[in-house]
């Protein structure tokens, strides 16, 4: 490990995992994708690790934890289910070969596929048929030019869109009418794509090259494509239990990806957390520790409308989510492997949810052992932002850094 790259005592940065507001670090900048915590945080946390370490993140996102290990010469794998994260983790580790794509010739052959495109939902349609020609121009380019332009297309589709953002940061709500369609003139659409792309480029270029082997692969944390025992360290924030919808948070890039989450539930039942419940879902949790089925219970007993039915479904089923995917973690780790989590906790109308303590308890049942817990104040929560919620008291929500290893392995 270079010694420069350590630091006797942590910064105030280092020390709390919350993401700061405007976070630049660890190209953290290039898109705005949630991040459970900040670059200079988790760099510290594996600044120690031993140069032939296997990192791994279940829940990559926009790529934090591969692109600290990256930067420290170690060797990663991110895996998310999300083709937007996954495209901006790539982008930041091979962002600094890539170069600008040029405006595409201007087509206007009426094409019988674009009948059913999900960018109707926003876009007037010759805007709609403007992006689509800038993203097939990315097919004849490099990779890492490609992920650029991909990038680029997600920032103007966004910025374009904004009207369709309303106050929670985790809905975007559809056209209305045809009037509400966004039409922009291709010259200004252009002007704005090739700008992003020189503005990405050039904070790309001030990055130093990657001394690291990461890779980022499209893979369910409950279906890790590893070998068993192949891990040495896990850093991670799984998905929070408050019923954030990440599709629908990442709808507009989704359907540019091809895409569309309203009319194909397919990939929003897939996610962990998933605010829609699966047909087959069975009602009791599938977990081992009893605290995970007791918090189960506890919601299915309140006395509010729907406890028994849909809320309590829904928590089983993320339930069953984390310990699937903790037990699939638990396969793929080396004996004597090091676990750090940064969970959330939650509430269900006033009750308090030790989220933290559920995921203690579940992966002690896989043979984790419990290093150190450290809570820190969580000031603004997703979870304020249900209105229909805020008639119910809330109790503190707290962030926890969990610190685990694995003694014995209890799964196969």
Known sequence: MRQDLLSDAPSPAQRIPKRPDGETQGLAGLFPYYAGYAYDWAQHQLEREPSHSSILDPWNGSGTTTMAAARLALTAVGTDLNPVANAVALLKLTGLWAT?????????????????????????????????????????????????????????????????????????????ASDEHIYLPDDELDHAIVRRQKMMVETLSQEQPLSGLASVLRASAAELPLRPSSVDRILTSPPYMTRIDYAIAYSRELALMGIDVWSDRRFRLSLMGSTLI???????????????????????????????????????????????????VTRVARDDAHMTLVVQDSTYKEQHLSVSEIWMAEAAELGWVLCSKKPFPVRRS????????????????????LDLRLERKEVQ
């Open 100 to 176: 600008p794509t040029r405006p595409p010739k201007q087509q206007y052959d009426w094409d019988p596929s674009e009948a059913h495109d999900p960018l109707d939902y926003w876009l007037e349609q010759r805007t709609r048929r403007r992006f689509r020609q800038w993203l097939a121009s990315a097919e004849r380019q490099s990779l890492p030019s490609r992920l650029l332009l991909q990038v680029a297309l997600f920032g103007v589709l966004r910025q374009t869109t904004a009207h369709f953002q309303g106050s929670n940061p985790t809905w975007v709500r559809r056209a209305r």
């Open 278 to 328: 699966r047909s087959r879902e069975k009602a009791i949790p599938q977990c081992k520790s009893d605290l995970a089925r007791d918090t189960w219970a506890d919601i299915k007993s309140h006395p509010s409308k729907d406890s028994s039915g849909y809320y309590s479904t829904q928590a089983s089923q993320y339930l069953s989510d984390m310990a699937a995917a903790l037990k699939c």
């Open 382 to 401: 997703l979870i304020t932002l249900n209105v229909a919620a805020q008639e119910y008291p809330k109790p503190p929500v707290a962030e926890t850094v």
